[in-house]
């Protein structure tokens, strides 16, 4: 059975970095597009970044765009979320998602929660941006 491990989360300070990592298990991660969502205290998941099987599509909210960068290691069946220059409007919970096949990766990362059951997720990781 698939399942989506993150790491990485913590608490930092405002102009800090972050890496995140999920991790796939029960599956090859080569088989799946990969998202980054969050979603803060009394507000809806928002897509963050979301990278193709290949990598050569990637996708960024123009909230991170130039901050954040995905990566995915296919190897290691791992995939990452590197995080400069936090602001405190980045605090929230990280989740990842698999897609085995999202129409385009921009749909994946701008998907209505309606469709949220359909690709697999993980638990999420806490990310905090002090003062």
């Known amino acids: 059975q698939l399942q989506l491990v993150e790491s990485g989360g913590g608490l930092v300070q405002s102009g800090g970095s972050l890496r995140l990592s999920c991790t796939i298990s029960?599956?090859?991660?080569?088989?799946?597009?990969i998202g980054w969502f969050r979603q803060a205290p009394g507000k809806g998941r928002e897509g963050v970044s979301c990278?193709?099987?290949?990598?050569?599509?990637?996708y960024y909210a123009d909230s991170v765009s130039g901050r954040f960068t995905i990566s995915r290691d296919n190897s290691k069946n791992t995939a990452y979320l590197q995080m400069d220059s936090l602001k405190p409007g980045d605090t929230a919970v990280y989740s990842c998602?698999?897609?085995?096949?999202?129409?385009?990766?921009?749909?994946?990362?701008?998907?209505?929660?309606?469709?949220?059951?359909?690709?697999?997720w993980g638990q999420g990781t806490q990310v905090t941006v002090s003062t």
């Open positions: 029960g599956a090859s991660l080569a088989d799946y597009a």
């Open positions: 990278i193709g099987k290949r990598t050569d599509a990637t």
């Open positions: 998602a698999a897609d085995p096949q999202p129409f385009t990766i921009q749909d994946m990362c701008t998907m209505s929660a309606a469709d949220y059951d359909s690709i697999y």
